[in-house]
Nanobody, 124 residues
Framework: VQLQASGGGLVQAGDSLRLSCAASGLTLSQYGMAWFRQGPGTEREFVARITANGGTKNYIDSVKGRFTISRDNAKNTMYLQMNNLKLEDTAVYYC??????????????????WGQGTQVTVSS
């Protein structure tokens, strides 16, 4: 089982990036998915999540209106479209798969599988 995150990079504030998370060895349509991030000197934090069928999406307040999580189960891939990036979005972004219930869906411990992380650096 492998989750491969990609799409990170160095951008300027206000720019956009699209992260991808491709799965192999598991069928993503059977799992809820999420993005987490970990900035310098900070703990890993929840960013966004999407249910297995894509019907429900949730975000932390700081990215609402700027980030969009989506998935293409036919391609076994999840995405995070990040627009209007800010300096505080700088972090390593991780994708994760699991079967969380609503109350645990923002907790890292609720996810079984993790990608290796992709670095997003936003400069002024």
């Amino acid at each position: 089982v492998q989750l491969q995150a990609s799409g990170g990079g160095l951008v300027q504030a206000g720019d956009s990036l699209r992260l991808s998370c491709a799965a192999s060895g598991l069928t993503l349509s059977q799992y809820g998915m999420a993005w987490f991030r970990q900035g310098p000197g900070t703990e890993r934090e929840f960013v966004a999540r999407i249910t297995a069928n894509g019907g429900t999406k949730n975000y932390i307040d700081s990215v609402k209106g700027r980030f969009t999580i989506s998935r293409d189960n036919a391609k076994n891939t999840m995405y995070l479209q990040m627009n209007n990036l800010k300096l505080e979005d700088t972090a390593v972004y991780y994708c994760a798969a699991g079967r969380p219930i609503l109350s645990t869906s923002r907790l890292a411990s609720a996810y079984y599988y993790w990608g290796q992380g992709t670095q997003v650096t936003v400069s002024s």
